[in-house]
């Protein structure tokens, strides 16, 4: 499968709290889409948060978000990693 990392812009102020809980959220769906996320980082200042994922495609992770009610607003494939 894919590597993906995919960008939130809008989530100023989160907590940790929040991210644990969004996170939780795509973990209890991703199955249904065949996606695995495996990290989430956040900046509450920008409002910036970053997942890491395995997926077969970006749509999977771009609909699992969607459903939880974050829509990520890029999704990137990591295609080089060291």
Same mark, same amino acid.
């Given at each position: 499968?894919?590597?993906?990392?995919?960008?939130?812009?809008?989530?100023?102020?989160?907590? %940790?709290?929040?991210?644990?809980?969004?996170?939780?959220?795509?973990?209890?769906?991703? @199955?249904?889409? @065949?996606?695995?996320?495996?990290? %989430?980082?956040?900046?509450?200042?920008? @409002?910036?948060?970053?997942?890491?994922?395995?997926?077969?495609?970006?749509? %999977?992770?771009?609909?699992?978000?969607?459903?939880? @009610?974050?829509?990520?607003?890029?999704?990137?494939?990591?295609?080089?990693?060291?």
């Amino acid at each position: 499968m894919a590597k993906f990392m995919d960008v939130h812009t809008s989530m100023t102020g989160v907590s %940790a709290e929040d991210l644990k809980a969004a996170h939780q959220a795509d973990l209890d769906i991703q @199955g249904e889409e @065949g996606v695995d996320f495996q990290q %989430a980082w956040a900046d509450p200042t920008t @409002g910036h948060v970053f997942c890491l994922s395995e997926a077969p495609n970006a749509e %999977a992770v771009r609909r699992i978000h969607e459903r939880t @009610g974050h829509p990520a607003d890029q999704i990137h494939e990591i295609t080089i990693t060291v």
